[in-house]
């Protein structure tokens, strides 16, 4: 089973601002199979990344994924308000079992 | 528009059975590959079924092995999950969700049906 670790645990910072995200497999992901969601408070998850870089549909383009291998990062590179929300990251290269990463909170101040 | 629908949770006493249901639009449970993720309160994802396409392959994770059934009525476009022998630590917001491939993220989530496992 493949782990994915994730840092920080919590991300404060201002509108405008860059954020980067972090997540570490515990072995190679495969073919770089690897997403990245966003939960805001009281919603389900959203797809954003896939295949480590590859934008969701509708996804703003201020959402960047890169990484490869055993390192992977989610950039958004101006922050907005409605930006403040729990990010994932999850491999589908060695499955089952699916994993997800344990989470990054991202505040807006 | 893809829409996905859970139905059936609630309050269920220890060792106790559920079953969730999942209706679908905007997509054919038949073509995709379906899956019930689950999220205990305050804490991460964790999936728990899977199923093929075909409906032939099924897998299931560890910590729900042996007490739950993933199914689907493709004439009702619905997925389902029959849970039993429940315990306090499955309770946790379900959700329902697809995608196109076996090497596909997870495209499409419902927004969740809570079942709470207590006396």
């Known amino acids: 089973e493949i782990v994915l670790t994730q840092s920080p645990g919590t991300l404060s910072l201002s509108p405008g601002e860059r954020a980067t995200l972090s997540c570490r497999a515990s072995?190679?992901?495969?073919?770089?199979?690897l997403a990245w969601y966003q939960q805001k408070s009281g919603q389900a998850p959203r797809l954003l990344i896939s295949?480590?870089?590859k934008r969701a549909t509708g996804i703003p383009d201020r959402f960047s994924g890169s990484g490869s291998g055993t390192d992977f990062t989610l950039t958004i590179s101006s922050l907005e308000p409605e930006d403040s929300a729990v990010y994932y990251c999850?491999?589908?290269?060695?499955?089952?079992?699916?994993?997800f990463g344990q989470g990054t909170r991202l505040q807006i101040k | 528009q893809v829409q996905l629908v859970e139905s059936g949770g609630g309050l269920v006493k220890p060792g106790g059975s559920l079953r969730l249901s999942c209706e679908v639009s905007g997509l054919s449970v038949s073509d995709y590959y379906m899956s019930w993720i689950r999220q205990a309160p305050g804490k991460g994802l964790e999936w728990i079924a899977y199923m093929s396409s075909s409906g032939n392959t099924k897998y299931y994770g560890d910590s729900v092995k042996g007490r739950i059934t993933i199914s689907r009525d493709n004439a009702k476009n619905s997925l389902h999950l029959q849970m039993s022998s429940l315990r306090p630590e499955d309770t946790a917001m379900y959700y329902c969700?697809?995608?196109?491939?076996?090497?596909?993220?997870?495209?499409?989530w419902g927004q969740g049906a809570l079942v709470t496992v207590s006396s």
């Open positions: 295949g480590a870089s």
């Open positions: 072995q190679t992901v495969t073919n770089n199979y």
């Open positions: 999850q491999q589908y290269g060695s499955s089952p079992p699916i994993t």
């Open positions: 969700v697809s995608r196109s491939g076996w090497y596909s993220a997870f495209e499409n």
